[in-house]
C-alpha cells in the first residue's frame, strides 16, 4: 500500500510543485518558457557551466525522493550546440546511494562502486560525426526511458530501492519527470494498441503529433537499457542451464549508453544504432541499443540464425558484466562457448566470418594459483589433478601431460571441491560478490551457476555422495560465515538449495564435511577446533577441549580414513596442524584431544639441514597442512619438506625438499602418491613406490610481461615480475631453466633466431645474453640508463636492437657468440613508453626496424643495418573523428610481400600503413576496435600467410580475419582474468600464445594455406552494418601523415651518439648485402663505418674457433632446479645438478668451460672499472662552421669551467713537487692553479675525454677520448705541459680508450681499449709510432708498468692476471705473455685494479671489494683481505702504504708494511697484519686519485663530479671542484652580480661567487628534481633579504634565503612539475608554469596561489619573462609587462599590476608548426624573451618553417625581421648591454648573433647539446651548459 499512491505513475514536477520552488531548488538561469512543438509551457535551463544551472528535486541532499517506481521518464529537449548533464541518485535496497549520470559532455562510459557514468548521444547526421560533444542544431524532444532496476542489476549487481533526488543541468529544455512500474510505448495509438501487447503512453505524458505525420519523424525515443535486456528481477542465485550462446544487434556499438536515432544511417563511420519503429520490424519488438545481451532461460542450443532475429542463450548477465571488456567493449558481438575447449569466442559484424569458427581453441596453460595454492585435488580414481589457474580450472592427467580446462570464471578461482564420484565440481571466484558455478566433472558443463550469500568465499567441502556442499568465507561485514548448499537435485535438472546458513566468531582456516555421516563436519583456525552438525535447516557447532593447546594457530584438518573402505563413526579420528609444529589427534565421538606430537627440526653439528625429525617439546617447524591415508600422514610445512609419517609418528617415512614452502598436500585415494604444491608456484606429486617426485607444473608468481619462441628446439621464454626468466618445453608445457635475481627485473626477450641462445633487457638497463646450452649468462652490455622497453632480432640473427625508457636505441652486432654494441643512439624511442612485447619491430626480411618514437605521436622506420631513417609517420594526424591527438601504441610489420605496418594506436584503432612510403592503406574504421577498452593494446602481430591478426585487448584475444575485404568483426577469446600483455604465433603458425596471468597455447584451427599469395590493398567493399567503407587513402591528401625520408650519403652519417664499435676488419663490418634498401650507396668509414667487402676472418675470431667462447657469467643469476627426490642423497643432489648459488659480492663458481677446460671462462660485469660516456646529442654537423673557442681576441673567450667529468676513469692528475694539476670536464683539459684558481683549457677533442696520463718527468701529459660522431677511431692527444700545446695527435683504437700509462723511463706509452675493442697497443714516445698491437681475449680493466722494471707490463681482468715481458731486439719490441688465474681461494671472479708494490709485490683490486697480493717473480697470489664491501676500482701504493678507493665512496689508507714478509709463506699467509690506518667517506664512486710520495695528502675525484683534496693527517677532505651530479636546469644572478645560482635535476640548487666560481651555498632536496629557478629583483628590499624560487617535479614551489642560508615557504601552486619560475618586477609576487600549461601567480610572503591562468593548457610552459615596461603605448594598463611561451609554439604577452590584482591580455603570437623537423628524435623549446635594448621588441625561436629568430614589435603587431639560424635553437639570451644574441644548439655548438652588425661566429667546446645560455645582468659573462657541465665565457670590450 506505501508505493499504491505511486501507480499507475506519478508527475513528479505536479507531485512536488516546482512552480512553488519549495520542496525544490533551482540555481543560475532557470525559467518558464512556451514551445512552439509542445505547445506548453516547459522550464528552460542555460548557462556556460552545467554545474552552475540546474533544477534539484529535492531542495535539500538530506531528504529523498522516495520515488519507487521502476521507470523514470525525462521529456526534455537538449539546446542546440551545448552540452546538458542529468544526475540520478539511487538508493539501493542495501541503501548504498549510487549516481547515474547521463550527458553528451562524457567521452566514454565510466563505472565506479558508487557512480555510472553514460554518454547520451541523441543523433548523427553526418559521416564524421563523434559520438561525443555538442548536440546538433536540429535537436527534437526526446523521450529518455530508464529502466533504474536494470541499470543497477546489470552494472553494479545491486537491487534497486528508491529513487532519491535528481538534478537536471544546463544546458536543456525539459518538460516533465514521471515514474511508473509500467513500460509505456510512447508511439503506439489506441488502434494500434489493440494488436500489439505493449502499453501506450498515457495522454498527460505523450508528446503531441499532428494528423498525417509520424511520431518518430518529430520525437526520438531513448530507452536504456534495451527493453529486449530480460534480467531477473533480483541478483542471480541460481542457473539452469550453462550459457551457450549470446548475440547482440548487427550494428557496432562504441559503449556501453544510449545511443539513438530516428533516421537510417547509412553511411555513418561513427557507431550510431537506429531505433525503428516497432511497426516497421513486422511484430517484432524494436531493436533498441543494447550495452549487454538479452537473457532467455531456453535450455535448447540453435546454432543457426533466423530472418526474425538471433537465438539468445545465456543465464549469467551479470557474469558477462564481470567480462565487461568482453561485452560491454564490444557490442555487437555473439559468444560462442565451445565445447571442445569451451572458450567463449566473440563474432561481430554481418559479412562473411571465419573459417572454421573459431578459428582458435585452448590447447595447454601453463600456470597454477592466482588467488593462491592451496587449491589442488586429486579425482578419485587417482588419475589426474585438478586445480585451478587464475580464472581457469585445470584437469591434468599425471600419466600422459593432458590437459582439459573448465571455463566460465571471470576472475580468478578461490575454492574447488570435488565429489567422492567425480560427478560434481564446485568452484568459486574471489571477487566480491562471490559467484559460484557446478560443473558436470565428466563433460565439462556449466549445471548451475549462482551466488553465494558470503561476500568471499574461501574454502569449499562437498560430502562423499555429492548431495551437500559446505562453504566458509566471509560477510560484507568480514565476519564469518557457513552456509551448506542442497546439490542433489542439480544433476536432475533441479536447483541449488540454501539449507542452512550460520555465522561464527571464531577463526576458519579449514572445513571439511565428514566421510562418514554427511551431516557432520568439522573447522579449526585461531585457537579452535569445531564440530558442527546440519539439523532441521541449522547449522550448530560446538568446540573441542584443547587444554593447554587453545592458543594454536589450526592451519588444516583432515579425517582417518576406513582401511576397507567402510565408515568407522566410532573410531573416527580427526588429525590437525598448527604453525607451531603440533598435530593433534581428536576423538571425534568423545571430542577429547588422545594425542599431541610436535614436529621438531634437529640439527647435526655443523650440518645444514635437519638430519632428524621428532615430535617432542622445543621450537616446532610450522605446518601449513596435512592430509590423512589409511596407513600415513603427509606433512607440509612452510620449511619447504614434505614429510610422510607413520600413524603413529615414530619416525619418517619419506621426505621431499622443494624450493619454497609447502601450502598444501594432499595424499591420493590409493595412497601411493602424495600431492604437494608450494607458495612458489609448484605442483607435483610424490610416488611413495619409486620414491620419485614428478614435478606437474610450475607458475610465475607475478604477471607475465612479455614472451619469445624458439621454432627448432620448441622452446618459450617468458619474463615476469617475480624477477624470473623462464624457458619452456611447448611440447610438454614443463620448465627447463629457471633464471632469477632479486636485484635486477627482467622486461624484455627475444632469442637468437639460429643459435641455442636467448637475450633477456632488465630493468638496470643491461641487456644480456643466455646460453641454453651451458645455462649461465654470456655477455652483457649496460649501454642504456633506464629499463629496457624493447628487445627484437632480424631474421638472419645478425643484428639485434633495444630500447630503453630513456629513450634510447642500442644496435648490437650478433655474428658471433660474443655479440658486442655496434651503436647506440640517443633520444630515439619515446622515452615514456612502457615495456612491450611490441615496442621494437624488425621486419620480415630483416631490412627495416619500426618503433614508437621520437615521441608517442610518431612512429619511425629504419634501415636495420645502418639506421638511417627511411621513415617517420605522424599518427597524431590520422584521428580525424577525436577532437585530441592519438598516440602510438605497438608496432608490427606484415609478411615482406606486402610491405604493410601495422600501427596499434591510444584510441584503440589498428592503423595499416606502407612501410615505405607511410600512406594509409586501409582506413582506420574498417580495423577500428568494436568498442573501447580502457587499457591499451600492448601487443600485435599478424600472421606468416597475412590471414590473421592477432591483438591483445585487456583481458581479452581478438583475432581478425586480416584478408577478408569487407573486414568482418574479430573473434573475441577470454579466459585471462587480468590484462592480457604480449601475443605471438608459434614459428609454424599452428599455435598462438598469450601471456598475462598465466601463458596460454591456442591451436590454431584454420588449415594451412603455404600456397596463398598476399592480399594487396583492399578495394572499396559494400557498406553496410558493422562494417565501413574501405578506401585507397592515398586519394585524400589531406589525410596523409606527416612524412620525413632523409636521403643517407656518404657526407650525411646518420645523427646517432656512437657508444662503441666494432674493429675493423671484425665482426661488425658490414657488407653491401646488408644495406640492401633504398640507399646502394656504401658509406665511407668517416660516415657509417662499413665496408665496402664482405666479412673477412680476423685474427680474433680465428682466436676464438681454437679457444673457444670467451664467455661472460653473472654471479647474481642462478639455475633453479626442481625439488631433490626423496631416494636421493642430498649430496648428489647438489653435485650432480651443479646448482648456482650466490655469494658474497659479483662471484662465479664453476668458471671452467666444458668446451675447454684449459681455459677459464671470464666475466664481464655492470661493475668494472670502465669509462661511461655521457648520452651523445651532437650531430656530424657540429663539425661545420664551428671554431674553437680562441685564446685571445674574437667575441668571447672561455674564462673558466665549473665540473669534474665523474663519468671517467683516471681522468685527474696532480703533482705535488711542480704543482701541476689538470682534470677533464667533457671534451676539454682543465689545468687550474690551485693556489689563484686561474684556469687554462686544452681544447681539440671532439669527443668526451675518458682518461689521463702524465709522464714520470712531468713534461707530458697524454689525453684520450671516445669515438664521436665524425671520427672513426678515438682520439689520443698528447699536450706539451709547458707550452699546452698538442704535439701528437694519435688514433690508436676504434672503441673508446679505457687506459693509458707511460713506462717508468717515459719511453713508451701503452693504451688499453674498452670492453668492446680489448685492444692492448704500446707506442714509442719519441715519434709516436706503433710498436705493438694485440687482440686480448678478454675485457681487461687496468693496465700498468713495474715501476722497478720498465720491460714488464700487467694487465688484471676476468679471473685472470696476465704479466707481460718486453723484450727488445734492436728496434723491433715484442711480447711475452703469462696468464696467472686468480686461485679458487680467494674467490675474486673479477679483477678492477692495480698498482705495483714494494718488489716484487703487485696489489690487485676485485670487483667484490678484495685485495690481493702476488709474487710477480713466482706468479702466485700469496694473500687477500676484503677491503670494502664494494668494488675496488682504485689502488696507490707508496712506501708501506696503500690507499684503496670502490665504489661505495669509501676512500681507505692501509698499512701494508709487513706485506712482504708474509710473502716467504705464501699462501698460509694471513691478513692480520694488514691494518686499516683511516677511511674517508666520498660523495660518489672513486674514480681517480694522486698522491704524494708519502701518501700524506692527495686529491680524489668522484662520480659525483667533485674533486676532493684529502689530508690524512688532519682525516679531513675539502672540496676543490664541484659539479652538479645531473642535467643543470637554469643559471640565475643577484642583482649585484656577486653571485650566481643554479639548479639542478639532482636536486640541488647551489649558489656560487661569480668572481671565483666557489660554490658557497647548497640547498638540497631529496628525491626531486630542480627544474626551474628565479633571483629575487633587487627593488624587493634590502640585498640581505635576496631570495631564490626554485620550482620542483613534484609541482611544489620552495622560497629559499640566501642570507639565512635557510627555506622561507614551501608552496604547491601546481599538480605537476613546474618548467618555469619567474618573480615580478617588485619580487612581491611570483609567477609559475607548469608542463600541463598552467601559469599560477602566487605571493611569496603568504604561500597563497590567487590566480591560475590556462590559456596555454595542454602544452608546457618554457619561457616566463618579465620585464617593467610601461605599458601605455600598448593601449593597457600594468605596471609589468610579462610573457609566457608554450611547447605548441604559442606566445601570450600580458601587462600585470597584481597589488591591484589587474591582469590583461595583450597579444597572442602563434607560430607554424613544420611538417618535419631535424632535431634528433624531440621537438625544441619554444622560447621567447622581450629585446632589452628596445622595449618594443620580441624575439623568438623554436619549431617553425625555417630555422630562424623571429622578431616581432608589440607596437606594430608584426613580424619586423629574421635572423637565419643553422639548426633549430634549444637556448636562447640576449645581451643587456649590448646587441648581442646568444643561441645554443643541439649539435654542441654556441652561436653569438650582433644584430646590429648583423654578423655571427660560432663557438665550440661542450660535448652536448647547449640546452642553457644566460648573459649576466652586466652582460660581461655568458654563461652556457650542457649536461651538468656550465662553461663561462667572458665578452670582450665591455
Not at 339 to 353: F, L, N, Q
Not at 724 to 743: C, G, H, M, N
Not at 1181 to 1206: D, E, F, I, N
Request: glycine share 8%; net charge neutral; hydrophobic share 40%.
Amino acid at each position: 500500500m506505501a508505493r499504491a499512491w505511486q501507480h499507475p505513475f506519478l508527475n513528479v514536477f505536479r507531485h512536488f510543485r516546482v512552480d512553488e520552488w519549495k520542496r525544490s531548488a533551482k540555481q543560475g538561469d532557470v525559467a518558464v518558457v512556451t514551445d512552439k512543438t509542445l505547445k506548453g509551457a516547459v522550464y528552460r535551463i542555460r548557462g556556460s557551466v552545467s554545474a552552475a544551472n540546474y533544477i534539484q528535486l529535492p531542495k535539500s541532499s538530506t531528504q529523498s525522493l522516495g520515488l519507487t517506481g521502476r521507470y523514470l521518464y525525462v521529456l526534455f529537449r537538449p539546446l542546440p550546440s551545448k552540452h546538458f548533464v542529468i544526475h540520478l541518485d539511487v538508493s539501493s535496497k542495501d541503501n548504498q546511494v549510487i549516481r547515474v549520470s547521463f550527458s553528451n559532455l562524457f567521452k566514454e562510459f565510466k563505472s565506479t562502486a558508487t557512480w555510472l557514468q553514460f554518454p547520451l548521444v541523441l543523433e548523427a547526421r553526418t559521416p564524421q560525426r563523434d559520438l561525443v560533444g555538442l548536440a546538433p542544431s536540429g535537436a527534437r524532444w526526446t523521450c529518455l526511458q530508464l529502466d533504474l532496476q536494470d541499470v543497477l542489476l546489470v552494472y553494479l549487481n545491486r537491487c534497486y530501492g528508491h529513487l532519491k533526488s535528481i538534478r537536471l543541468c544546463a544546458s536543456l529544455l525539459v518538460r516533465n519527470l514521471y515514474t511508473s512500474d509500467l513500460c509505456f510505448e510512447p508511439a503506439i495509438s489506441g488502434a494500434q494498441w489493440a494488436k500489439l501487447p505493449v502499453t501506450p503512453m498515457p495522454r498527460e505524458m505523450a508528446f503531441p503529433v499532428p494528423k498525417g505525420e509520424s511520431w518518430h519523424d518529430r520525437y526520438i525515443h531513448v530507452r536504456f537499457p534495451s527493453e529486449s535486456l530480460k534480467v531477473p528481477s533480483k541478483p542471480i542465485e541460481k542457473s539452469c542451464s550453462p550459457p551457450e550462446a549470446v548475440l547482440l544487434g548487427p550494428g557496432p556499438q562504441p559503449l556501453p549508453c544510449p545511443v539513438a536515432s530516428s533516421k537510417p544511417v547509412r553511411f555513418s563511420v561513427s557507431p550510431v544504432v537506429q531505433t525503428p519503429s516497432p511497426t516497421a520490424q513486422s511484430g517484432r519488438a524494436a531493436l533498441a541499443p543494447r550495452p549487454f545481451p538479452e537473457v532467455s532461460l531456453s535450455q535448447e542450443r540453435s546454432d543457426a540464425s533466423n530472418a526474425d532475429g538471433p537465438g539468445f542463450h545465456s543465464l549469467e548477465p551479470w557474469a558477462q558484466l564481470e567480462a565487461s571488456d568482453i561485452h560491454t567493449a564490444a557490442a555487437g558481438t555473439h559468444v560462442l562457448t565451445h565445447e571442445s575447449a569451451e572458450v567463449p569466442v566473440a563474432r561481430t559484424g554481418s559479412c562473411e566470418g571465419f573459417l572454421p569458427d573459431p578459428v582458435l581453441r585452448l590447447k595447454g596453460v601453463i600456470g597454477f594459483g592466482g588467488h593462491g595454492t592451496r587449491q589442488a585435488l586429486w579425482t578419485p580414481d587417482g588419475a589426474a589433478v585438478v586445480y585451478p589457474c587464475h580464472a581457469v580450472i585445470v584437469v591434468l592427467l599425471v600419466d600422459t601431460g593432458e590437459q582439459r580446462f573448465f571455463l566460465g570464471h571471470t576472475d580468478k578461482v578461490s575454492a574447488l571441491a570435488l565429489d567422492g564420484s567425480s560427478s560434481l565440481l564446485a568452484s568459486a571466484q574471489a571477487r566480491a560478490p562471490s559467484v559460484m558455478r557446478l560443473w558436470d566433472f565428466q563433460t565439462g558443463r556449466c549445471l548451475c551457476l549462482f551466488r553465494s550469500p558470503m561476500h568471499v568465499v574461501c574454502s569449499l567441502s562437498f560430502s562423499d555422495s555429492g548431495a551437500l556442499l559446505c562453504g566458509v568465507g566471509k560477510d560484507h561485514h568480514g565476519r564469518t560465515m557457513v552456509v551448506a548448499w542442497g546439490t542433489g537435485q542439480v544433476g536432475l535438472g533441479g536447483e541449488v538449495v540454501v539449507l542452512a546458513k550460520a555465522h561464527t566468531d571464531f577463526d576458519v582456516q579449514a572445513f571439511r564435511v565428514t566421510f562418514f555421516d554427511e551431516t557432520r563436519m568439522a573447522s579449526c583456525g585461531q585457537g579452535s577446533v569445531r564440530l558442527w552438525r546440519l539439523r532441521g535447516g541449522v547449522l550448530r557447532s560446538c568446540p573441542v577441549d584443547l587444554g593447554e593447546h587453545h592458543a594454536l594457530q589450526f592451519t588444516d584438518l583432515a579425517f582417518k580414513q576406513a582401511r576397507d573402505g567402510c565408515p568407522e563413526p566410532s573410531a573416527a579420528m580427526l588429525f590437525v596442524c598448527s604453525r607451531s609444529g603440533h598435530i593433534l589427534e581428536i576423538d571425534c565421538q568423545r571430542m577429547v584431544v588422545r594425542h599431541a606430537r610436535r614436529l621438531l627440526p634437529t640439527r647435526t653439528p655443523g650440518g645444514p639441514h635437519p638430519q632428524k625429525q621428532t615430535f617432542s617439546s622445543g621450537p616446532g617447524i610450522a605446518i601449513s597442512s596435512l592430509s590423512v591415508s589409511p596407513a600415513m600422514c603427509a606433512v607440509g610445512s612452510e620449511d619447504g619438506f614434505l614429510r610422510l609419517w607413520p600413524l603413529d609418528f615414530s619416525s619418517v617415512l619419506l621426505e621431499a625438499e622443494h624450493e619454497g614452502p609447502v601450502s598444501s598436500v594432499c595424499v591420493s585415494p590409493d595412497g601411493l602418491r602424495v600431492l604437494s604444491a608450494t607458495s612458489s608456484g609448484h605442483l607435483g606429486f610424490l610416488d611413495t613406490l619409486s620414491r620419485v617426485y614428478h614435478m606437474l607444473a610450475r607458475s610465475h608468481t607475478a604477471p607475465v610481461l612479455a614472451l619469445a619462441m624458439e621454432q627448432r628446439r620448441g622452446q618459450l621464454a617468458t619474463v615476469s615480475q617475480d624477477r624470473t626468466v623462464r624457458i619452456w618445453d611447448l611440447a610438454t608445457l614443463q620448465q627447463l631453466y629457471d633464471f632469477t635475481s632479486s636485484e635486477d627485473a627482467p622486461c624484455a626477450v627475444t632469442f637468437h633466431p639460429t643459435r641455442p641462445t636467448f637475450f633477456c633487457g632488465f630493468s638496470s638497463g643491461a641487456v644480456r645474453s643466455f646460453s641454453l646450452e651451458a645455462a649461465e649468462v654470456l655477455v652483457e652490455h649496460t649501454c642504456h640508463r633506464g629499463a629496457v622497453t624493447g628487445l627484437t632480432a632480424t631474421p638472419d640473427g645478425r643484428l639485434l636492437f633495444s630500447s630503453c625508457s630513456q629513450g634510447s636505441l642500442a644496435q648490437y652486432s650478433c655474428a658471433d657468440p660474443q655479440w658486442h654494441v655496434l651503436r647506440v643512439a640517443a633520444d630515439m624511442v619515446c622515452p615514456d613508453a612502457p615495456a612491450s612485447p611490441s615496442a621494437l619491430a624488425v621486419s620480415r626480411d630483416g631490412r627495416l626496424l619500426a618503433f614508437v618514437g621520437p615521441s608517442r605521436c610518431t612512429v619511425t622506420v629504419m634501415g636495420s643495418a645502418s639506421l638511417d631513417e627511411l621513415l617517420r609517420v605522424d599518427i597524431g594526424t590520422l584521428d580525424l573523428a577525436s577532437s585530441r591527438l592519438d598516440s602510438a601504441m605497438a608496432v608490427c610489420f606484415g609478411p615482406a610481400a606486402l610491405g604493410h605496418l601495422l600501427v596499434s594506436t591510444s584510441s584503440n584503432r589498428v592503423v595499416v600503413l606502407d612501410a615505405v612510403s607511410g600512406r594509409i592503406i586501409r582506413e582506420s574504421t574498417v580495423f577500428q576496435l568494436p568498442g573501447v577498452h580502457p587499457e591499451p593494446c600492448p601487443s600485435l602481430t599478424l600472421s606468416e600467410d597475412a590471414r590473421f591478426l592477432l591483438i591483445a585487448a585487456g583481458r581479452t584475444i581478438k583475432v581478425w580475419d586480416y584478408a577478408t575485404q569487407a573486414s568482418p568483426g574479430p573473434q573475441v577469446y577470454i579466459g585471462h582474468s587480468e590484462p592480457v600483455q604480449a601475443v605471438a604465433f608459434s614459428p609454424d603458425q599452428q599455435q598462438v600464445l598469450s601471456a598475462g596471468d598465466a601463458v596460454f597455447l591456442w591451436d590454431v584451427l584454420a588449415p594451412t594455406e603455404s600456397d596463398q599469395s598476399f592480399p594487396g590493398a583492399p578495394p572499396a567493399c559494400k557498406t553496410g552494418p558493422g562494417a565501413g567503407p574501405l578506401e585507397d587513402a592515398a586519394s585524400r591528401a589531406s589525410e596523409l601523415p606527416r612524412q620525413q625520408v632523409p636521403k643517407p650519403c656518404q657526407a650525411s652519417p646518420p645523427r646517432l651518439g656512437v657508444c662503441a664499435r666494432p674493429p675493423e676488419g671484425g665482426d661488425g663490418t658490414l657488407s653491401p648485402s646488408d644495406e640492401e634498401g633504398p640507399c646502394e650507396e656504401s658509406c665511407d668509414p668517416e660516415g657509417l663505418g662499413q665496408a665496402s667487402g664482405p666479412p673477412v676472418l680476423t685474427e680474433e675470431e680465428a682466436g676464438r674457433a681454437g679457444d673457444g667462447a670467451w664467455a661472460a657469467a653473472v654471479g647474481s643469476w642462478g639455475l633453479a632446479l626442481p625439488p631433490r627426490s626423496p631416494g636421493q642423497p642430498r649430496e648428489q643432489w647438489r653435485a650432480g645438478q651443479g646448482r648456482w648459488c650466490r655469494c658474497r659480492g659479483l662471484r662465479t663458481v664453476g668458471a671452467r668451460d666444458t668446451r675447454n677446460s684449459g681455459a677459464p671462462r671470464t666475466t664481464y660485469l655492470a661493475s668494472c672499472k670502465a669509462f661511461t660516456p655521457a648520452r651523445v646529442s651532437c650531430s656530424p654537423h657540429s663539425a661545420k662552421g664551428t671554431c674553437p673557442p680562441p685564446a685571445s681576441g674574437g667575441w668571447l673567450r672561455l674564462k673558466a669551467v665549473v665540473g669534474y667529468s665523474g663519468n671517467g676513469r683516471a681522468n685527474m692528475v696532480w703533482r705535488p713537487d711542480t704543482g701541476f694539476f689538470a682534470y677533464t670536464c667533457g671534451r676539454l683539459v682543465v689545468v687550474e692553479d690551485l693556489h689563484s684558481g686561474a684556469q687554462q683549457h686544452w681544447s681539440g677533442h671532439s669527443a668526451e675525454i675518458s682518461t689521463l696520463a702524465l709522464s714520470h718527468s712531468a713534461q707530458v701529459l697524454a689525453s684520450a677520448s671516445g669515438r664521436s660522431s665524425t671520427t672513426a677511431h678515438c682520439q689520443i692527444r698528447v699536450w706539451d705541459v709547458s707550452g699546452g700545446l698538442c704535439q701528437h695527435l694519435i688514433f690508436p683504437h676504434s672503441t673508446t680508450v679505457l687506459a693509458l700509462a707511460f713506462s717508468p723511463d717515459d719511453r713508451l706509452l701503452v693504451t688499453l681499449g674498452d670492453h668492446d675493442g680489448r685492444t692492448l697497443a704500446l707506442w714509442g714516445t719519441a715519434t709516436y709510432d706503433l710498436v705493438s698491437s694485440t687482440r686480448l681475449p678478454e675485457p681487461v680493466h687496468g693496465v700498468a708498468f713495474n715501476p722497478w722494471d720498465a720491460g714488464e707490463l700487467t694487465c688484471v681482468g676476468q679471473g685472470t692476471v696476465t704479466f707481460w715481458l718486453l723484450q727488445q731486439r734492436g728496434a723491433d719490441i715484442s711480447l711475452q705473455v703469462r696468464r696467472e688465474p686468480v686461485p679458487e681461494a680467494v674467490g675474486a671472479g673479477e679483477l678492477t685494479s692495480l698498482c705495483y708494490g714494494a718488489p716484487p709485490l703487485l696489489y690487485c683490486g676485485t670487483s667484490s671489494g678484495q685485495v690481493c697480493v702476488w709474487d710477480t717473480r713466482a706468479g702466485r697470489c700469496f694473500l687477500s683481505w676484503e677491503a670494502d664491501d664494494g668494488g675496488i676500482g682504485l689502488l696507490l701504493f707508496s712506501g708501506s702504504r696503500l690507499v684503496s678507493g670502490s665504489s661505495t665512496g669509501r676512500l681507505r689508507l692501509w698499512a701494508v708494511g709487513a706485506v712482504s714478509e708474509l710473502r716467504c709463506k705464501g699462501s698460509g699467509a694471513r691478513s692480520s697484519s694488514v691494518f686499516m690506518e683511516h677511511e674517508l667517506v666520498l660523495d660518489g664512486a672513486v674514480v681517480s686519485a694522486s698522491f704524494d710520495d708519502s701518501v700524506d695528502m692527495g686529491v680524489v675525484g668522484t662520480t659525483a663530479g667533485t674533486l676532493w683534496f684529502v689530508s690524512w693527517a688532519e682525516g679531513t677532505s675539502t672540496r676543490l671542484i664541484s659539479g652538479h651530479r645531473s642535467k643543470v636546469n637554469e643559471v640565475v644572478f643577484s642583482p649585484g652580480e656577486s653571485h650566481c645560482a643554479t639548479c639542478s635535476e639532482d636536486g640541488s640548487v647551489r649558489v656560487w661567487a661569480l668572481a671565483s666560481m666557489e660554490l658557497v651555498i647548497q640547498f638540497q632536496v631529496l628525491n626531486q628534481s630542480c627544474l626551474c629557478l628565479a633571483w629575487s629583483p633587487p627593488c624587493c628590499g634590502r640585498p640581505e633579504q635576496q631570495r631564490l624560487a626554485a620550482g620542483y617535479g613534484d609541482g611544489s614551489l620552495r622560497i629559499f634565503s640566501v642570507s639565512r642560508t635557510a627555506m622561507e615557504l614551501k608552496m604547491h601552486p601546481h599538480p605537476v612539475a613546474l618548467t618555469t619560475v619567474a618573480f615580478s618586477t617588485d619580487g612581491q609576487t611570483v609567477l609559475s608554469g607548469d608542463k600541463d600549461g598552467l601559469v599560477a601567480v602566487s605571493h611569496p610572503c603568504t604561500g597563497t596561489t590567487f590566480r591560475v591562468l590556462s590559456d596555454h593548457q595542454g602544452a608546457p610552459i618554457s619561457t616566463i619573462c618579465v620585464t617593467c615596461k610601461e605599458c601605455e603605448d600598448l593601449g593597457v594598463e600594468g605596471t609589468d609587462l610579462w610573457l609566457a611561451a608554450s611547447g605548441d609554439q604559442r606566445v601570450s604577452v600580458w601587462a600585470s599590476d597584481w597589488l591591484r590584482n589587474h591582469c590583461e591580455l595583450v597579444d597572442w603570437l602563434s607560430f607554424p608548426m613544420p611538417a618535419t623537423t631535424e632535431t634528433q628524435g624531440h621537438l625544441p623549446p619554444s622560447l621567447a624573451a622581450f629585446c632589452p635594448w628596445d622595449g618594443a621588441l620580441l624575439m623568438y625561436v623554436g619549431p617553425g618553417v625555417y630555422k630562424e629568430v623571429i622578431i616581432y614589435n608589440l607596437c606594430q603587431k608584426q613580424v619586423v625581421e629574421k635572423i637565419p639560424l643553422p639548426f633549430f635553437a634549444m637556448s636562447l639570451s640576449l645581451s643587456p648591454g649590448t646587441h648581442l644574441l646568444a643561441v645554443g644548439f643541439a649539435e654542441c655548438m654556441l652561436r653569438l648573433v650582433d644584430c646590429a652588425m648583423g654578423t655571427a661566429q660560432d663557438f665550440a667546446g661542450h660535448d652536448n647539446a647547449v640546452h642553457l645560455c644566460r648573459f649576466t645582468p652586466s652582460a660581461r659573462l655568458l654563461f652556457t651548459a650542457a649536461r651538468n657541465e656550465i662553461l663561462v665565457w667572458e665578452v670582450p670590450g665591455l
